[in-house]
Structure formats: C-alpha cells, structure tokens
C-alpha cells in the first residue's frame, strides 16, 4: 500500500478518468501476521519489535543474575559475620576457662567483702577455719583461712601449687587464694553436703545413712580420682591425707577430694619417693611412711588410707577408738575380716540381698588395700575395676593381720591393740 501524491484536481472531475493501482503480491503464509510483516513498510517495525523482545529478556537475565550476585553476596556476608561471632565466642570462652585454670588472687579485704566480715563459719581444721563466701549471688564458695602457726607456709604452697593444675569431677576446684602480708587464704568451690565424716561415723548414723547403693558410688568416685591424683597428671600426685573430713560432697552426694595440705608430687617412672617427716592422720597411715622396714613409700600409701576409708564406710564408725580403756584403741578392720572369715552377716543397716553383697565387696576391696606389704596392695586402676564389678569374683585378700595379738573371741568383740605404737617415724631416702 502506498500514499499517491500530485494528481491534479481537475482530473478527478473527469468521468471517464480511469486511475489504474498495482501493487506487488506478497507471498504470505498461514497467519496474518507473518503476511503483514512481509509487507514492506512493516520490515522497521518487525526489527524493531525484535529488538525489544531481546532487550527484554536480556534484562530479565541480567536482572536476574544480579539479583543472584546480591543475594549470594548478603549469604557471604552473614555467614561470614556469623562465623567471626563463633570465633570471638569460642576465644571468650577459652579466655574464661583459661582463667578459671588459673586461681584468682584475692586481696584481704576482698575476703571480707566475701565472707560478709567471716561471719558464717562452716568448720575448723587442723591448718584453720572454713567460711562461708559468695562471690556473686549465684556463686557460693568456701574460703579457708589459714592459721599463722603453719611454719614456713609448707601447707599454703603445697595447696595452691598442687590444685592450680588438678581439674577432676572428683577433686574440689580451687577458686582463689589469699597472700595478703603474713595473712593466707584459700578460695575453694563450695559443697553442700560437708564431709563424708558427718555421714559415717555420727552417733545416730541411721538417720544419716546413705544406702548401700550411695556408699558405693561414693568409695568409686573417690577411687576414681585417687586414680587421677596418681595417673592422670603430668607428675603423680600423693595426697597422703585420705580420710572422710577430706572427702566433701556435692548436691548429688558426688564425692570430691579435698585438702592437699600435705600432697606430695614426684615422678611417674619413680617406684618410692623420699620423706623425712611422717604425714597423714593416725589410723588412716600406711605403715611404711612411719617405719621403712615396711617398705618404701610410693602411691601404694594412698592406697592403703582408702582402704581404710573404705572400712570405715563398711563399718559406719571410725576404724580406731581414742576412748578405749587404758589408751588401747579399737582395731576395727580386723574385726571386719574375722566376720568375713567366718562367713557371718556384716549386720551394717542391712536389709536385703542385693546390699549384703554391696558391703562384701566394699569389705573385701578394702582389705585389699590395708594389706601391711605395699607389693600386694592393689593400684587404683585395678581398685576402680573391683568397685564397677558386681563382686562375685572377688577374691578374698590374704588376712593383714596374721601377726598381730590377741585375736577376737566372739563375732561380738573386737581385738584390742595398740596401733602402729612400735612403728617410729624415720627419714627415707630415695
């Protein structure tokens, strides 16, 4: 189709004027639209038309690739970000458990705004007293301040050097320590339930009776972290001073080892160390730290104080009597293997089966661990396998006191003898 321009007026007036109109015949095809676009005047549109369908999608594709560029660019961002706050959170904590390996040192005044001017006191022991401190109103500890008798503070820096390096479920955690001029203090984590003595030795102990089942995962525990003192630190551990008012209990009736006023560190490829003074408390000693005829003293030592632990917790009393006549004292471990010997009920607050064969076992570890010859007494290792066993395949230890008179007469009396009275303290020499 095209526009006609220049045909005269005049023309068109004309009747027989005949204007004669050709145009070319397209080839069209099936649609209407494919017929137009072969026109001639639509060839600019169609390329033009082309060109925005192209432009078109090229922008949805780039749009679209931008659009992912951003959003993998924000993922990028938040993920990196949320990988440094985990870094930082991670360094903060180990700076927090850093310093919490590490004792705090407190001043004097500190623990006196600790302890609200020491005024609730828990106890006293033979090295001070025991106070009641918080240290934030969810923290609550205990703060041990030291007597200044203690020569030379032997006692102060055998604790703080000893515990800064011990972090064991069965061993009290040191907080802080006080060195403050001639005034020193220990700052430990605070136990509820006080010391295994108040639960085993008192005058009404049914009433403060812990169940067999109890008593046992209490001597584990114990056992266990006698164990840790002795392998698993760099330098083995030797507490020499196991005895219930240094074995503290928590909410759970977990039982912690406390009071290393006494420890002594040597090393691991070494089978006895040196002493020159006698240490421990009287009827928890093994022999040989007061007389070397025994044999040398090694961890086997510490052994031997457990098991009397052990007895002690069998027999709900101590294992000597300061009160018997004529200062004789009471031996009651012996009189415990003389019932086993005979195979006669321990009669402990026994009730049924299953804590019968408790207190056997507990009895029989324990005897395995006073044994006089330090060669015979079990390792912890070997005391914690007896303790996780039922105890039927235990065998009944060698009797420790074969050469000690006079012998028991009745199941109901026990020997009288004067313990360790012969035994003097020696110096031992590596």
Same mark, same amino acid.
């Given at each position: 189709? &095209?526009?006609?321009?220049?045909?005269?007026?005049?023309?068109?007036?004309?009747?027989? &004027?005949?204007?004669?109109?050709?145009?070319?015949?397209?080839?069209?095809?099936?649609?209407?639209?494919?017929? &137009?676009?072969?026109?001639?005047?639509?060839?600019?549109?169609?390329?033009?038309?082309?060109?925005?369908?192209?432009?078109?999608? %090229?922008?949805?594709?780039?749009?679209?690739?931008?659009?992912?560029?951003?959003?993998?660019?924000?993922?990028?961002?938040?993920?990196?970000?949320?990988?440094?706050?985990?870094?930082?959170?991670? $360094?903060?904590?180990?700076?927090?458990?850093?310093?919490?390996?590490?004792?705090?040192?407190?001043?004097?005044?500190?623990?006196?705004?600790? %302890?609200?001017?020491?005024?609730?006191? #828990?106890?006293?022991?033979?090295?001070? !007293?025991?106070?009641?401190?918080?240290? !934030?109103?969810?923290?609550?500890?205990?703060?041990?301040?030291?007597?200044?008798?203690?020569?030379?503070?032997?006692?102060?820096?055998?604790?703080?050097? %000893?515990?800064?390096?011990?972090?064991? $479920?069965?061993?009290?955690? #040191?907080?802080?320590?006080?060195?403050?001029?001639?005034?020193?203090?220990?700052?430990?984590? &605070?136990?509820?339930?006080?010391? #295994?003595?108040?639960?085993?030795?008192?005058?009404?102990?049914?009433?403060?009776?812990?169940?067999?089942?109890?008593?046992?995962?209490?001597? #584990?525990?114990?056992?266990?972290?006698?164990?840790?003192?002795?392998?698993?630190?760099?330098?083995?551990?030797?507490?020499?001073?196991?005895?219930?008012?240094?074995?503290?209990?928590?909410?759970?009736?977990?039982?912690?080892?406390?009071?290393?006023?006494?420890?002594?560190?040597?090393?691991?490829?070494?089978?006895?160390?040196?002493? !020159?003074?006698?240490?421990?408390? $009287?009827?928890?000693?093994?022999?040989?730290?007061?007389?070397?005829?025994?044999?040398?003293?090694?961890?086997?030592?510490?052994?031997?104080?457990?098991?009397?632990?052990?007895?002690?917790? $069998?027999?709900?009393?101590?294992?000597?009597?300061? !009160?018997?006549?004529?200062?004789?004292?009471?031996?009651?471990?012996?009189?415990?293997?003389?019932?086993?010997?005979?195979?006669?009920?321990?009669?402990?607050?026994?009730?049924?089966?299953?804590?019968?064969?408790?207190?056997?076992?507990?009895?029989?570890?324990?005897?395995?661990?006073?044994?006089?010859?330090?060669?015979?007494?079990?390792?912890?290792?070997?005391?914690?396998?007896?303790?996780?066993?039922?105890?039927?395949?235990?065998?009944?230890?060698?009797?420790?006191?074969?050469?000690?008179?006079?012998?028991? %007469?009745?199941?109901?009396?026990?020997?009288?003898?004067?313990?360790?009275?012969?035994?003097?303290?020696?110096?031992?020499?590596?």
């Amino acid at each position: 189709m &095209y526009n006609i321009y220049g045909i005269p007026y005049s023309m068109m007036q004309e009747e027989n &004027y005949v204007l004669t109109m050709s145009w070319s015949n397209p080839t069209c095809g099936s649609s209407e639209t494919e017929c &137009y676009s072969s026109l001639p005047h639509t060839k600019g549109m169609h390329f033009y038309l082309d060109v925005r369908r192209k432009l078109l999608i %090229t922008g949805v594709i780039l749009g679209f690739f931008l659009f992912a560029i951003a959003i993998t660019a924000l993922y990028r961002t938040c993920s990196n970000d949320k990988t440094q706050r985990e870094y930082q959170a991670r $360094v903060e904590m180990f700076l927090d458990n850093y310093r919490s390996l590490n004792p705090t040192r407190y001043s004097y005044a500190d623990l006196k705004r600790i %302890t609200n001017q020491f005024s609730d006191e #828990l106890g006293q022991g033979a090295y001070g !007293t025991v106070f009641k401190g918080k240290l !934030t109103n969810e923290i609550t500890v205990a703060v041990k301040l030291l007597s200044n008798s203690i020569g030379k503070g032997e006692e102060f820096i055998n604790e703080v050097g %000893t515990m800064a390096s011990i972090h064991h $479920v069965n061993v009290v955690r #040191l907080i802080g320590f006080c060195a403050d001029g001639f005034r020193r203090a220990l700052v430990y984590e &605070y136990l509820p339930n006080d010391s #295994l003595q108040k639960f085993i030795s008192s005058a009404d102990s049914r009433n403060h009776f812990l169940g067999w089942e109890r008593l046992n995962r209490v001597a #584990l525990g114990i056992a266990k972290g006698i164990e840790y003192l002795h392998q698993g630190c760099d330098q083995r551990i030797l507490h020499f001073d196991i005895k219930p008012q240094n074995i503290l209990l928590d909410n759970e009736f977990n039982p912690k080892i406390a009071d290393f006023g006494m420890a002594k560190l040597c090393s691991k490829d070494k089978s006895a160390i040196s002493m !020159t003074t006698a240490r421990g408390t $009287v009827g928890y000693i093994a022999p040989e730290v007061f007389s070397r005829n025994f044999g040398n003293v090694s961890y086997k030592s510490d052994v031997y104080s457990f098991g009397m632990l052990v007895l002690e917790m $069998v027999g709900g009393r101590k294992n000597v009597d300061d !009160t018997a006549e004529n200062g004789d004292q009471i031996y009651f471990p012996e009189w415990i293997y003389n019932l086993l010997e005979k195979e006669e009920d321990l009669r402990f607050h026994i009730d049924g089966e299953e804590d019968a064969k408790i207190a056997k076992k507990l009895a029989i570890v324990g005897l395995w661990c006073i044994q006089w010859n330090p060669a015979e007494r079990p390792s912890m290792k070997t005391v914690v396998q007896m303790l996780e066993g039922e105890g039927e395949n235990l065998t009944k230890p060698p009797d420790p006191f074969s050469s000690s008179v006079p012998k028991r %007469t009745s199941a109901g009396r026990m020997p009288a003898r004067r313990l360790h009275q012969e035994l003097a303290a020696i110096s031992e020499i590596e």
